[in-house]
Structures are given as C-alpha cells and as structure tokens.
C-alpha cells in the first residue's frame, strides 16, 4: 500500500496527523503539488512535482495509484476515478468516499458547483476546526487498519 496526498490544497493541520502515523509506520507516502511543500526527508516519504495547470496532479494520481492505495483528496471525481481503480479514498475532512456514497457525491457537487456559478452561493467551504481534524484522524486509522497498518 502507498499513500498518495493531492497535496495543493492540504492542510498543515491535516498534514502533521498524516506524517506522525507515517512516519511511525513508515508507509510509502507521496505528496504530489505543483509547487515544492515541505516534507520531512525520510526514504518512504516523497514528493512529485507536477506541472501547473488543470488536473496535472490529478492525473498523475489517476495514473500511479494502484489497488488498495489510498488517495487522500478534497477532489470528487479525482476520489471517484481512484475508487474505480480499486483504491481508497479520504477527504481530508474525514469523509470516506467509496463505491456507495460516491455516485450521490459527485451529483452533490455538481449541484454545487452550478449554484456557484449561478451566482446562488457564495460561501466557501466551512473553517478548518477540531472536529474537523478528529475525522480526519479517526477516519485514517480506520483505512490503514484495513489495510493491516
């Protein structure tokens, strides 16, 4: 099992939960930005530096994960395309995607996204808070439990 991290968007608070069970279990993590992040320098910790522009990190995700890898994203359909290729996915929030919730997900989403554009909703996703991390935390223990970590 590796992990992946669509690592653009991600979160320090999000990020020191991650390395501290990674490190302690030494799983092969890639973080994956278009932009150099700062990583701690261990032999099963690395990062891939993509080019800018629409879905180059998801794309590169899409093609290096394998089954039973786990992708960690806030991106649905990134989530959607890596859960058909047989692996996990996490949002960073702690929500599990998987093959029963993520056909309603992505509908949500482009719900969503059309009331964006449409100018109906304004608001951004919610501030990063405690609960927020606990999900994260609990929702990672229980896929690398899964996955015998």
Do not use: W
Not at 87 to 105: F, Q, T, V
Request: glycine share 4%; with cysteine.
């Amino acid at each position: 099992m590796r992990i992946f991290v669509d690592a653009d968007a991600f979160a320090n608070s999000f990020k020191e939960i991650l390395l501290r069970r990674v490190c302690k279990d030494k799983i092969p993590t890639t973080f994956v930005a278009n932009k150099k992040i700062s990583i701690p320098k261990f032999s099963f910790i690395t990062m891939e530096i993509v080019a800018q522009g629409i879905d180059k990190a998801d794309n590169f995700i899409i093609q290096a994960c394998k089954k039973d890898d786990l992708v960690i994203t806030a991106d649905i359909p990134l989530a959607s395309k890596v859960i058909q290729k047989g692996a996990m996915a996490l949002d960073p929030r702690g929500k599990i995607y998987d093959e029963e919730n993520i056909n309603s997900l992505l509908a949500m989403r482009n719900l969503m996204q059309e009331l964006r554009d449409s100018g109906e909703i304004t608001k951004g996703p919610k501030a990063i808070d405690a609960k927020s991390i606990r999900n994260f935390a609990n929702s990672l223990q229980k896929l690398l439990s899964k996955a015998h970590y």
